[in-house]
């Protein structure tokens, strides 16, 4: 790998995350896409983190116990009640 696509590699794996979240100019998204397209290992990397951040939202939209929410609320109640 030539010292230019290294440079590529990690230009495109340093701004993974914005490029998830949409906060990239458009050019920018074009030339990442471009390389992500082009580099196996980059693509990789993409397609992981987009495949957790799926695992995560759903784990995150489970519902808690009821045990554990009153449990939760009582002790910042305790708390607030110490301040």
Known sequence: MDDSLKHECREAIDRLYRFLDGELTSETRQQ??????????????FEFEAELRIVVSKGCREQVPESLRMRIAALLDQERGLR
């Open 32 to 45: 990442i896409q471009r390389h992500l397209d082009d580099c196996p290992p980059c693509i990789k990397a």
